[in-house]
Structure formats: C-alpha cells, structure tokens
C-alpha cells in the first residue's frame, strides 16, 4: 500500500482518538490491510468497513461517521466546502467591520476593555442591535451624567458578551443529532419538546434496564463472602466420590443504601427533576427504600403512587402549592433536617436534584453542611452542564460542600445513576 | 475469498443482506476477527451465524449463554466418573504414575463447544449466542480464546488452535460488555428491517404467500413497530409467523377481522394486543385502509 495512504490513515486513526475512539495501532494495520484489497473509489463500502475495524459500538459509529465524512471528503464536497468557507469568512469580515464602526461611533460612552472589544464583534447582529437601542434610549442620561450611567451600560454589556460566550462554549459541545434516538441521550434534558418526550421516557427505561442489568451482574461477581459453604460442597462432592475438588461459599448478603431524594421543582426544574426521579425509582438495584421530598421555598413529601407517572407528578407538584415558586434550599434543608423521627442518619444517601439556583446561598451552604453532618451521603446532582457552573457563585459554594455530578443529558444522568449504585 | 465471492455464497442462503452486511461480514472473515452483532431481540443476529456456516460450508458449533456459565460448561470438564472407575480398575497396578498422568489425558476430557470448535480438524463457526447473559469473568476468559485462539487447561496445558473458527458474539445490550472483548471484535448494528427489506424477508421465506397480502403484512408490522404504545415491538420472525398462520387460515386480505383473531401471532403481550384493539376501534391499521381503498 502506498506511504501516503499509510499517512492518512494514521492521521485519521489520530482523528477518532481525539474525538474519543481507542483507535489503537492494530485498528490502524487491519484497516490499511483492508484497504489494500479493496476498491477505493466505491466510497460507502470503505466506509462501513473502516468503521467495522475502529468502531465497537452504536454510539462509536455516530462519531465515526462524522470524523469519517470530515475527513474522507468527496472532490466535489470539498469544492463545496471551500467555497462555503470563503463565503462565511467574507460575510465574517463584513460583519467585524460593521461591529468595528459601531464601537468606534458609540465613542467613550462605553468603556469596553480590548477583550471585550473583540468578544463584541463576535455578537450576532440582532444582540448588537438590542445593545445599540439600549444605548440610544440612554444616551441623554449618559451625556448629562456619564459617572451615574457608565457603570451601569458596561455590566449590561458584560451580561450580554458573558452569554454570547456561554452559547459558544455549548455550541461547540456538539450534541450528537444523527440519530434521533440517541441524539436524545446527549441532548440538554431542559430542550426536550413535548413531543420527544415519550420517546425519552423509554430511552430512560430501556437504560435502566441496562444498569439494572449490570448492576446485578457486577453483584454476582462480587457475591462471594469467602466464607465455605460446607453443605453445598460436601453435596457437590458426592459426583466425584467424595473428593472436595469443587469448592462452594456462602453467598454475601450487599445492604442496599437507604435514599432520601430531595427534589426541585421550581419552574423549569420541574422537567429535569421529573426524569431523574423516574430514573432512580426504576433501578431496583438500587436502594432497599426510598422517600422523596420535593421542594421550591417549602418542602413536602411525595409518595411512590405519586410519582408513577407524569401527569400524576405534575398533579401532585401542583397541588402541593409549591409549583411556579422560588427556589430556597437553605429552608427545604433545615425542614429535612428537623423532622422528626428524623429522616437522615448515618444510613441514608441524600440526593440533592436541583440546579443550585437558591435565594440566600450562605444559609443553604450551612443547612447543607448540616444535612451532611447527618447523612451516611450527599450527592448534588446538577442539570446546569458543568462548563457553565464557573460562571454561578452558588454552584461554586455548594459543590463545595458535596460531590456534584454534571446531569444535563440522559447519558450524564445514567453515568451518575451507575456511580450511585456501585459506591 | 473476496468480496463478491461472498456475495455469491450469501446469495444461495436464503438471507436477505444489505451491502452494510455484507462489507461487515467480509472485514471480519478478512481479518479473521470475531464479529460482535447488537440489536433487538429478532433482528437476525443468530440467523447471521447459521448463515454464514451455511455460505462457508463449515459445521455451527453453538455456545448458549446465561447466568453461571462456567468453564465446565463452555469450555471442557473432566469426566469424572469414567476416571473414578479407572482408578477402582487399576487399584492394584503398581505404577501410580502412569495412571494419574493417564487420568488427564484426552480419553477423559469432554469437550464443551469452545475447546470443539478450535480442536476441530475443520475451521467451523462458533456461535456465541447473547454474550451479555453470562458473567463478567466468563467475558474475561473469552479474551484468550478470541486474542490468541488458544486456551489453557491447567492439567494439560496450552491448548493452541488446529484451525481458526469465524466467531459470531451475539448481545441484546442487558448489560454493556467490556472494552476489551469490544476491542477485539468486528462490529455489527442490525435494527428492524425496513419496509423493502421487510417485504424482500417475506418473498424469499414464504414464496407461497399471495404478494398483496405479503405487502398489507409488512406495512401493517412497520406501522406497529413504529408505535410508541407498542411495548414489544414484533421481531421478523413474527412477522413471518403472522404471514404464515394468515395464509394458512385461507386469509387473502388483512381485514380488521383478519387482524383481530391473528393478532397473537404478531403481538406477544396482552398491553399490546389491547392497545392494538383500542388503536382499531379508532382508526382501522394503515394495511386495512390502503386494502379498503382499493
């Protein structure tokens, strides 16, 4: 085989690494052996084949679909490709001039700092619009007293440059949208449509299924107390005339954790809270019991009947009084904690399902302190994807105090389902 | 072989592949790795297998799996009491030796489906049917055999293949396999056919079956794979079933009548088969009304 198709496929097997393959060395050897007896001009064919040597899932062939057509364009794809590029850069260069000129005319009203400046001429024409209008409708306040208003304008600003870069920095997380079912498992759970939402719920089922299923095996192969079983052995002994060649134990006994689930749901919680819930109650492997409290500014229990279903949940968060309120963790958890008899002890694993987002974050900071003092565990699980939790001060504090887990998607929410029921 | 002649070999079976199939199929035989196949329950994957025996004129060695199985199951156990009466016979023979280093030899070995397939004189296919039902340490023992194609019998020793098997690994994902035994194998999806492929499966097994009642069939399964409601989706092979028991009944037509006293056949549960009641008293399934609009 040709040293530059070697190359290539080196720099390809390089790709899928990066975007998370174990494209190993051996991967790389078979595929330019495949490639050598095959006939390279049917593109489809050396597709399938190449993804059947580096791809060992469904979720594996997603992305390596998209590396493969990344990389492997056709001539008249890449010619489409360029040209689209020229036109995006010249309709970029276009845009930055225009964003240059407005930040020139609007003068000292503004004071931007240079990355400020550059992080401006990367906004969206209609952001930079709404700018210009808020700046126009204050121009005669900042005239009259520019010392009044100039702070004012800049943490406007501010707001606005810091969520064009959040978007960014989530845009280039590339969710998988290829295939619509497993698209779903990478999706924001927070961007669900109505419509999808059937489809989710028994995505979460069937993945349930799995970790139950996974569960319970990683349970058989830990089930040895390493205690002899000496009536089996002697039974079993009896097919070989009495040797003891074949050894039995005494099977161990796992306790299973004790939960108490503490669940938000103020506003566009409601959704995310509903989905964990449903996943946590369907893996059986998980906790010998449960007990569920939900939460905005008060606290109340709910009971499994409750939460069979989704109009039944939602019933009942509205019937609580609770829904369409604020969200104050600091007095759900001081409530959790006085109960009595109480709910928390050295047993029980406590499950914070919330997006962090409280009123008085220092007093929820203590209650959580508490409530870990009482609790055998405390785990956060966060809908907030992790990028973004640097830019919120009560997040910051209370991952502080306990374990946070990033819960956004599906995925994310079984991976912190598994972790749940393994440690 | 090539690609085309496999073609060939596939074309005399009577299975239905697409050309997604078949390249899977040949960089697995190419490169003599075992070929791992997930999907559904029904799609296929043990039919792969038996086909492939089939077009490569090799024997089907079959390894079921579940719970518990061992080594003594899939791999070899000694006979145990064919050795007990050995020893009672030779009690009084004053060579010790010998006779406890005859007691490990061939003669008493009994061969369990993973050490035939690679002692066989013959290459075979070995079918490791639904991987994901046995234990973890069963999965880590397959790597040996999957790596390096041998074994080891502590008794006896490294046991190295006479001829390589083409291995086909089966899982319904009840549980996630482990990146090793991943890394090794070649990778197959198979979803649910589609409707042409669906119809294809339909006129190669049961070519007997009038063609428009085939097609009302199909459309009608695609339709009930397609709902939500539907807890069990039907598998091809009920769908085969279902053509089958129609045809066998002298139905011609899928009427709601028709539907509604074969149902069984398609539908395994009965949540589904009184959402598919419901479904009908609302609004005929979609193979009834193209037949009643002609």
Known sequence: ?423 | MTLEELRQKLDETQYVYDENMLTVLYVALTLGRPLLIEGAAGVGKTEVAKVMAAALDRELVRLQCYEGLDESKALYEWNYQKQLLTIQIHENDPDKQTLTKSLFSDEFLLERPLLKSIRSEKPVVLLIDEVDKADEEFEAFLLELLSEMQVTVPEIGTIRAKTVPFVVLTSNRARPLSEALRRRCAYLHIDYPDMDKELAILRKKLPNVDDRLRLQVALAVQKLRSAEEILKKPSIAETLDWAAALDALGIRELTPDAVRNTAGFVLKNNEDLLTLEDQEEEEPCGACREHSHG
Not at chain 1, 97 to 112: C, I, K, P, S, T
Not at chain 1, 152 to 171: C, D, G, P, T, Y
Not at chain 1, 246 to 267: A, T
């Open chain 1, 1 to 423: 085989m040709d040293e530059v198709y070697i190359e290539k496929l080196s720099a390809f097997g390089r790709m899928l690494r990066r975007e998370g393959l174990a494209a190993a060395p051996r991967d790389t050897e078979d595929a330019a052996r495949l490639l050598a007896g095959m006939d390279l001009s049917n593109r489809e064919r050396v597709k399938t084949a190449l993804k059947t040597v580096y791809a060992s899932t469904r979720e594996e062939q997603l992305i390596f679909d998209r590396v493969f057509d990344g990389f492997f364009l056709s001539e008249e794809a890449m010619r489409a490709q360029a040209r689209d590029q020229l036109e995006r850069e010249q309709q970029r260069a276009r845009e930055r001039q225009q964003a240059q000129e407005e930040l020139d005319g609007m003068g000292n009203r503004v004071r931007l700092d240079s990355s400020e400046r550059e992080s401006y001429k990367e906004l969206p024409e209609d952001a930079r619009k709404k700018l210009r209008e808020f700046l126009e409708k204050y121009k005669g306040n900042v005239d009259r007293s520019p010392h009044l208003y100039s702070e004012f304008i800049h943490s406007v600003f501010a707001k606005a440059l810091l969520e064009q870069q959040m978007r960014m920095e989530n845009a280039g997380t590339g969710v998988e949208e290829r295939d619509p079912e497993m698209g779903l498992l990478y999706r924001d759970i927070g961007e669900f449509k109505d419509s999808e939402i059937p489809k989710a719920i028994s995505m979460i089922q069937a993945v349930a299924r799995q970790i139950n299923g996974e569960l319970s095996a990683h349970r058989r192969a830990g089930a040895h107390s390493g205690k002899l079983d000496f009536r089996r052995t002697i039974r079993r002994s009896l097919s070989t005339g009495g040797s003891l060649h074949d050894l039995r134990f005494r099977k161990k006994h796992p306790r299973r954790k004790r939960l108490v689930l503490l669940c938000d749901v103020s506003g566009s919680m409601m959704q995310f809270s509903e989905f964990a819930l449903r996943f946590i109650q369907s893996l059986n492997q998980v906790a010998e019991s449960s007990r569920t409290f939900l939460f905005s500014e008060t606290v109340v229990e709910a009971d499994a009947f409750q939460l069979q279903n989704m109009d039944r949940f939602r019933t009942t968060v509205r019937e609580s009084g609770i829904y369409g309120r604020g969200t104050d963790l600091g007095t759900a958890l001081e409530r959790l904690c006085a109960f009595r008899p109480p709910i928390l002890n050295g047993s029980t694993t406590l499950i914070i399902l919330s997006d962090s987002k409280t009123v008085d974050t220092h007093r929820a900071v203590l209650a959580l302190q508490e409530a870990k003092r009482l609790s055998g565990r405390v785990l956060w699980l966060n809908p907030i994807p992790e990028r973004n939790w640097k830019y919120l001060k009560s997040t910051m504090a209370v991952s502080q105090v306990c374990p946070m887990i990033p819960c956004s998607t599906l995925k994310e929410l079984a991976d912190a389902c598994r972790r749940l029921a393994r440690n």
